[in-house]
């Protein structure tokens, strides 16, 4: 069984140019996409190599241009599979299309798979047609692009699939990494509030710069209530993008008969992780003992960001000895004399090391959710030694839910002044804060919150005050209804810490090639990692697991020594 090769053709020249104009090139973040699903891939920087790489499937994330279209069009029509996002611009006439207008704003649906008929929001769609008289290349369209709403007026196939010789070329109609990238964390840097909700939930202009102000989503369109009437962000529509990408990846390799291994999200017997965190808020002992008393209660461990001056000394190894996470929670708030600036971060953060006898914080979170430009934050964490942030969720009633479109860890990619590299931080957004407090939601968000983070895998993070957990019943019940239906429903609980640390260690194996009997060789030392395939035409399994809309069989991993390595090259290469 032949190991799926996959390119992603980032046409190193073509990047240069756009950020010699100072642009964002985000379609470099197809590759962090496929790393954090565990799909293994490989980088071309130029045309040039595809025909000489041997690969099976070609990503097209930023080609060069007429001529580099020409030889993507060559290596289809030789077997290959060339996919892309919304680009190929040079190549709609020879497919026998036409380019439609941009669609500035819309939503998009599958026509088929699990995902299929919910809602996309997207930005700058580029739909085709089938143009009159052109070239008869055969298609197979599927799929919807909308314009405005999800109700909107159609503008084309979200999916076109040509025949290309004796392969294929498939084009999407959304630049799904760019639009991952606008979801997650903006279309700018924060330098102004964001718009409010109409109806007064959502007050974004109070004049405090906020993660929230950058909110890619819509007041009324993305909004769902409960049945107390309860305001939420419904959907994770970056984590809909990301399964239907991997989705027709996987199913594109596998309907060639390839084999397309990829490393599983969580370990196994984890279908998805619940988080707890707190922000030690005017910092009361009695709050802490509280919150401890609380957490063993319901068997949490959970995530202690501390705001300087902090707790009494004597509480730290209590609250370490419990199992729980010390982090740090950064002060830039201007109303109580918080500076927003590196140097009072780093000043911060030595308080934090002093206060607790920790050589650093694994994990910060931003007090409000203070939050300016585009990466200032993640650089000051990454020349802290700070692997970590949970800086991203609402700051309101009405925004509660997936504001950022994600439910899953990410990390975030650089403006164009740093050439869009990936900062070395892994962001763990939350959902929302202090349920059943006067002023925030009820407990009836917590029921769908749950359900859309384990639909898509990810991490469901709830945020509770220790505060509030000592003052207001209300509060310290929520956080047990919490707990308890999360463990119902077969959460595990992590802290951020062992979010951070599973998620870099993943990461870090490498599959170096899939044997005959269907081992996958991994570099790295042992991890109980899991990893899977998509079935192949013709293929059944007793117990296929569903991943990415696709049934898989799962394939036992062997860690590769070094003279392994060796011989799993020789074995791709003969196969």
């Not at 596998?254 to 910092?283: C, K, Q, R, T």
Request: hydrophobic letters at 40%; one cysteine or more.
């Amino acid at each position: 069984m032949k190991m799926a090769q996959i390119g992603i053709y980032l046409d190193s020249l073509a990047t240069e140019r756009i950020h010699r104009h100072h642009a964002n090139v985000f379609q470099l973040y197809i590759q962090e996409v496929l790393t954090y699903a565990g799909v293994p891939f490989e980088r071309i920087a130029s045309a040039d190599e595809i025909a000489a790489g041997g690969f099976d499937v070609v990503i097209a994330g930023v080609a060069g241009g007429a001529a580099s279209e020409a030889k993507l069009w060559d290596f289809a029509e030789r077997g290959g599979i060339v996919i892309s996002f919304g680009g190929l611009p040079y190549s709609a006439a020879r497919l026998g299309c036409r380019p439609l207008p941009e669609v500035p704003v819309g939503y998009a649906e599958l026509s088929e798979g699990p995902g299929a008929g919910r809602p996309m929001r997207f930005f700058r769609g580029r739909p085709w047609e089938r143009a009159a008289g052109g070239a008869e290349v055969p298609c197979e369209a599927s799929g919807i692009v909308r314009v405005g709403s999800p109700d909107g007026a159609a503008a084309g196939p979200l999916l076109q699939t040509f025949r290309v010789g004796a392969g294929r070329i498939a084009r999407w109609a959304v630049d799904i990494p760019s639009v991952i990238v606008r979801l997650q964390q903006g279309e700018w840097p924060v330098y102004e509030d964001g718009i409010p909700a109409a109806d007064g939930t959502g007050a974004l202009d109070e004049g405090i710069l906020k993660a929230d102000d950058q909110c890619q989503l819509d007041w009324e369109a993305d909004r769902a209530h409960t049945a107390t009437g309860m305001p939420y962000f419904e959907h994770p529509y970056a984590d809909y993008w990301r399964e239907a990408l991997l989705g027709q990846l996987l199913a594109a390799a596998a309907d060639a008969g390839l084999a397309a291994p990829f490393v599983d999200y969580w370990p196994e017997g984890v279908e998805a992780v619940a988080m707890i965190s707190h922000d030690s808020d005017f910092n009361i002992d009695d709050s802490a003992v509280a919150t401890l008393d609380a957490l063993a209660e319901c068997g949490v461990r959970s995530t202690w960001c501390m705001i300087e001056p902090g707790y009494s000394a004597e509480l730290y190894p209590k609250i370490m000895a419990a199992g729980h996470e010390l982090a740090l929670h950064y002060n830039a708030l201007e109303t109580e004399r918080g500076i927003w600036s590196e140097a009072e971060f780093e000043r911060q953060h030595a308080w934090f090391k002093s206060a607790t006898g920790l050589s650093g914080a694994v994990s910060n979170k931003n007090h409000y959710t203070r939050f300016e430009g585009w990466g200032e934050l993640f650089r000051w964490c990454e020349r802290a030694g700070i692997e970590s942030d949970q800086t991203r969720g609402p700051s309101k009633k009405g925004n509660v839910g997936f504001p950022f479109g994600t439910g899953h860890p990410y990390f975030p990619i650089a403006w164009s002044d740093e050439k869009n590299r990936l900062y070395n931080v892994l962001e763990i957004g939350f959902l929302t804060q202090d349920l059943m407090h006067p002023s925030l939601s009820d407990t009836t968000v917590i029921a769908p919150f749950l359900a859309k983070a384990k639909e898509v895998r990810g991490v469901a993070h709830f945020l509770y005050h220790q505060k509030h957990i000592y003052e207001q019943p209300a509060v310290r019940q929520a956080l047990l209804d919490t707990a308890r239906e999360a463990k119902r429903q077969g959460f595990a609980f992590w802290t951020g810490r062992e979010i951070n640390d599973w998620i870099r260690g993943k990461r870090e194996r490498r599959v170096a090639g899939l044997e005959a009997d269907d081992r996958l060789l991994v570099e790295g030392e042992p991890l109980p990692i899991v990893a899977y395939r998509p079935l192949l035409a013709g293929e059944s399994a007793a117990a296929a697991a569903e991943r990415f809309g696709l049934p898989c069989v799962r394939v036992e991993i062997e860690f590769a020594t070094a003279s392994r390595r060796q011989t799993a090259a020789s074995a791709v290469q003969q196969s």
